[in-house]
């Protein structure tokens, strides 16, 4: 395995790693109900976890 692809394959486990971390703390906050107001709530985070993403794909070609 070459070095680009072990690259890969560490940013793809860093950005899987960033949504399940998001949704176990969505699920240790909430539990497991989902009422309107909690979706609207989670929905408001969102672009926080993108812009995570985003800027750790940024850092990852540094």
């Known amino acids: 395995m ?6 890969f394959w560490i940013l793809l ?3 899987v ?3 399940l971390a ?4 969505d699920l ?6 989902w009422s309107w107001g909690e979706r609207l709530a989670i929905r408001a985070l969102l672009p926080f ?3 995570t993403c985003g800027c750790w794909v940024a850092l ?3």
């Open 28 to 33: 240790l906050r909430y539990g497991l109900t």
């Open 2 to 7: 070459n070095t680009r692809k072990l690259e």
């Open 49 to 51: 976890v993108i812009a």
């Open 60 to 62: 990852s070609l540094v």
């Open 17 to 19: 790693w960033i949504v």
């Open 13 to 15: 486990a860093d950005l």
């Open 22 to 25: 998001f949704l176990s703390a």
